[in-house]
């Protein structure tokens, strides 16, 4: 039932290494990070959970097909992942408080329209328990990731951190184009 793969995909589509100026921000506001990441990563979880057992609906409901979804799906995710791997101008302003951070860290960072697209499709094709299953071990991941940044914080070097996010922002990119290639191929030469 998990597939290693596609815990991989999830992982690098939530992209846990593209949140952590959002918690350095806050580190520097003397909030508490620790709890912010926690409480981040279970509202982001609530997101996805909410999409495997409603986002294939939607399908019905707005009348799209597969194919179709695949490729708007692939272009937000190729969207996301350009974002990702272009250097960003400092994101370390004044946040507001933990509550608006923690929002702003479960979605649109880490659940964002790419996260939801994914997900759709994904639960749509293989089905929410495999959907499911692989989706939280990779939320597991995230949350190791966020926690041990956490306890971490004051000896992370931030270039680093921003060269992770950037190398997942292109493996992200490229499952972005095999999406759209996917959903092309199928939509326009499949009889």
Do not use: W
């Not at 290693?4 to 580190?27: G, K, R």
């Not at 992370?156 to 972005?176: E, M």
């Amino acid at each position: 039932m998990l597939d290693f793969s596609l815990i991989l995909q999830f992982f690098v589509l939530l992209n846990p290494m593209s949140s952590l100026s959002v918690l350095i921000s806050a580190y520097k506001q003397k909030m508490d990070v620790r709890k912010l990441a926690i409480n981040a990563v279970m509202a982001a979880f609530a997101i996805a959970l909410c999409m495997v057992f409603v986002g294939p609906y939607l399908f019905s409901l707005f009348g799209i097909t597969l194919n179709s979804f695949k490729i708007a799906g692939g272009v937000v995710l190729f969207l996301l992942g350009l974002d990702t791997i272009r250097p960003k101008q400092s994101t370390e302003g004044e946040f507001g408080q933990v509550e608006a951070l923690i929002s702003i860290i479960a979605t649109p960072l880490l659940t964002g329209p790419a996260t939801i697209s994914f997900i759709t499709l994904k639960t749509f094709e293989i089905g929410a328990l495999a959907v499911l299953s692989n989706l939280i071990v990779a939320f597991m991941g995230v949350f190791l990731v966020f926690y041990t940044f956490s306890m971490m914080i004051n000896k992370v070097n931030f270039k680093l951190v921003g060269i992770a996010s950037r190398i997942l922002g292109l493996f992200l990119t490229a499952v972005a184009i095999e999406m759209i290639a996917n959903g092309i191929s199928a939509l326009f030469f499949v009889h």
